[in-house]
DNA sequence: AATGTTAACAACCGCCTGGTC
DNA sequence: CGACCAGGCGGTTGTTAACAT
């Protein structure tokens, strides 16, 4: 097949890059900017084409880059960031200061591949998985299975009070439009106060946000980084003030009578709310306005004890829901 | 020590998108 | 409006080092 039209010169050279290489694009970079890629090789005296300039130079000679293994920390924020966004790697690398797309990709890649050597336990409830697509579709359920449980991620949360802050705080996560959010109907009320609390706060400019700016400013480590973080953050804030929290909280507030307190705020309470909200909840699916939330009684859909024991592809909705897990 | 296997990483390929003419 | 081009992205392959047998 055909290669970029920079690429088709003779005596283009591939494959590793040699030390001498690599030092000619720093001088020339360093010194000059790289300003139009296929010109590059060119000008630093390099039998590459500009393609492979700009990959080698933004994978691996960048002077920002970040090397050696991930932390526990940037390990956590990929598998949360993959759980929202998928195999966006440009993405999920952007909120990791000094990472490459490819290196959290390969890094993601290669974890897969551990997960889902592990073997399962096989299910005691079994479901006929008869074509490939549905085998395809169990191993998926499977691996965000393996990935939620071993991870303990953030969506799965009795703590919602405290994680739904998080969630808040990455319009990404929130603007998913395959996202999913278990709220254990358990932690309803602690969900209502962040909701209520993003309400007032809405109301005073984006300050929910500066709050988030203040806490990603510790990822910044250069000059021009924080410009860039500052950007990031600033439609950040204009995203979510003018477009994303009012949706949100529109969304958020079901077309059903919920009762409120002397602040207020709403009071979410007994099996008659629960239903009322699960209804809501698949309405919502229907207009694809705000899909996939999920209220669960604790009692029967309890995912705080043992994990091992639910088989995501038979249990009763979670095949479904883990289902439809952003593409892994 | 030789060979096979695996994991990690680097690089390439092809497609998509946005800008320009 | 379509063609062309450069840049960007995600998927995939190739390479190499580490480890096991």
Same mark, same amino acid.
């Given at each position: 097949?055909?290669?970029?039209?920079?690429?088709?010169?003779?005596?283009?050279?591939?494959?590793?890059?040699?030390?001498?290489?690599?030092?000619?694009?720093?001088?020339? #970079?360093?010194?000059?900017?790289?300003?139009?890629?296929?010109?590059?090789?060119?000008?630093?005296?390099?039998? @590459?084409?500009?393609?492979?300039? @700009?990959?080698?130079?933004?994978?691996?000679?960048?002077?920002?880059?970040?090397?050696?293994?991930?932390?526990?920390?940037?390990?956590?924020?990929?598998?949360?960031?993959?759980?929202? +966004?998928?195999? @966006?790697?440009?993405?999920?690398?952007?909120?990791?200061?000094?990472?490459?797309?490819?290196?959290?990709?390969?890094?993601?890649?290669?974890?897969? /591949? /551990?997960?889902?050597? /592990?073997?399962?336990?096989?299910?005691?409830?079994?479901?006929?998985?008869?074509?490939?697509?549905?085998?395809?579709?169990? $191993?998926?359920?499977?691996?965000?299975?393996?990935?939620?449980?071993?991870?303990?991620?953030?969506?799965?949360?009795?703590?919602?009070?405290?994680?739904?802050?998080?969630?808040? $705080?990455?319009?990404?996560?929130?603007?998913?439009?395959?996202?999913?959010?278990?709220?254990?109907?358990?932690?309803?009320?602690?969900?209502?106060?962040?909701?209520?609390?993003?309400?007032? @706060?809405?109301? &005073?400019?984006?300050?929910?946000?500066?709050?988030?700016?203040?806490?990603?400013?510790?990822?910044?480590?250069?000059?021009?980084? +924080?410009?860039?973080?500052?950007? +990031?953050?600033?439609?950040?804030?204009?995203?979510?003030?003018?477009?994303?929290?009012?949706?949100?909280?529109?969304?958020? +507030?079901?077309?059903?009578?919920?009762?409120?307190? &002397? &602040?207020?705020?709403?009071?979410?309470?007994? $099996?008659?709310?629960?239903?009322?909200?699960?209804?809501?909840?698949?309405?919502?699916?229907?207009?694809?306005?705000?899909?996939?939330?999920?209220?669960?009684? $604790?009692?029967?859909?309890?995912?705080?004890?043992?994990?091992?024991? #639910?088989?995501?592809?038979?249990?009763? &909705?979670?095949?479904?829901?883990?289902?439809?897990?952003?593409?892994?």
């Amino acid at each position: 097949m055909g290669h970029h039209s920079c690429c088709n010169q003779q005596k283009v050279k591939r494959g590793l890059w040699s030390p001498e290489e690599d030092e000619k694009l720093i001088r020339y #970079i360093t010194t000059h900017g790289y300003g139009c890629w296929s010109e590059v090789p060119e000008k630093a005296g390099l039998q @590459r084409c500009g393609k492979s300039c @700009r990959l080698r130079w933004i994978n691996y000679l960048r002077p920002d880059i970040r090397r050696g293994r991930f932390t526990p920390e940037e390990e956590k924020l990929i598998i949360s960031l993959h759980g929202a +966004v998928g195999n @966006r790697w440009a993405h999920i690398a952007s909120h990791l200061p000094g990472r490459t797309d490819n290196e959290i990709k390969n890094y993601w890649n290669s974890w897969i /591949k /551990k997960k889902l050597k /592990k073997p399962s336990k096989p299910s005691t409830k079994t479901t006929s998985i008869t074509d490939h697509h549905q085998q395809q579709q169990h $191993q998926r359920s499977q691996l965000a299975y393996n990935t939620i449980t071993s991870q303990q991620d953030i969506f799965f949360t009795q703590d919602i009070g405290t994680k739904s802050q998080v969630l808040l $705080q990455d319009s990404t996560i929130f603007n998913s439009p395959n996202q999913l959010f278990f709220f254990d109907s358990g932690s309803l009320d602690s969900m209502t106060n962040v909701i209520n609390d993003a309400t007032n @706060r809405s109301t &005073n400019n984006a300050s929910l946000f500066q709050e988030t700016s203040m806490l990603n400013s510790e990822l910044c480590w250069q000059v021009d980084q +924080v410009q860039q973080q500052h950007q +990031v953050k600033t439609s950040y804030a204009i995203g979510m003030d003018s477009n994303y929290l009012p949706s949100l909280i529109e969304s958020m +507030v079901p077309p059903i009578e919920i009762p409120r307190n &002397n &602040n207020n705020n709403l009071i979410v309470g007994g $099996q008659e709310h629960k239903n009322q909200l699960n209804e809501w909840s698949s309405q919502m699916d229907t207009l694809q306005c705000c899909p996939n939330y999920l209220f669960w009684d $604790q009692e029967d859909g309890s995912l705080g004890g043992d994990h091992e024991n #639910i088989d995501p592809s038979t249990s009763n &909705n979670m095949g479904h829901i883990l289902s439809s897990f952003p593409s892994l």
